[in-house]
Nanobody, 117 residues
Framework: QVHLVESGGGLVQAGGSLRLSCEAS????????MAWYRQAPGKQRELVAT???????VYADSVKGRFTISRENGKSTVYLQMNSLKPEDTAVYLC???????????WGQGTQVTVSS
């Protein structure tokens, strides 16, 4: 069985911080890149950040310098530390990876982040 389970969303004022967590089943975590996406109402889903199995990271321009993605292999968990949050960061944040021979897509259920002005 494979799964991704996000947590850590909530309501925060502009300028505040949140840390999101995504726990993955062990059989898919260790050798796979992990990513955070977000989707705001009426907008397309967009890539926020990725982290490779070796720890290399890539960020969307809109979050560079404010967000940090990291992974803790012993806990099969990927994190997204979000600082200096802005109202435009409001969205459902989703964890993503691919697994298996055919690189099947796997999404978590999402966690809501709301930033008030």
């Amino acid at each position: 069985q494979v799964h991704l389970v996000e947590s850590g969303g909530g309501l925060v004022q502009a300028g505040g911080s949140l840390r999101l967590s995504c726990e993955a089943s062990r059989n898919i975590f260790s050798r796979n890149s992990m990513a955070w996406y977000r989707q705001a109402p009426g907008k397309q889903r967009e890539l926020v950040a990725t982290i490779g199995d070796g720890g290399s990271t890539v960020y969307a321009d809109s979050v560079k310098g404010r967000f940090t993605i990291s992974r803790e292999n012993g806990k099969s968990t990927v994190y997204l530390q979000m600082n200096s949050l802005k109202p435009e960061d409001t969205a459902v944040y989703l964890c993503h990876t691919t697994y298996g021979l055919y690189r099947n897509d796997l999404w978590g259920q999402g966690t809501q982040v709301t930033v008030s002005s």
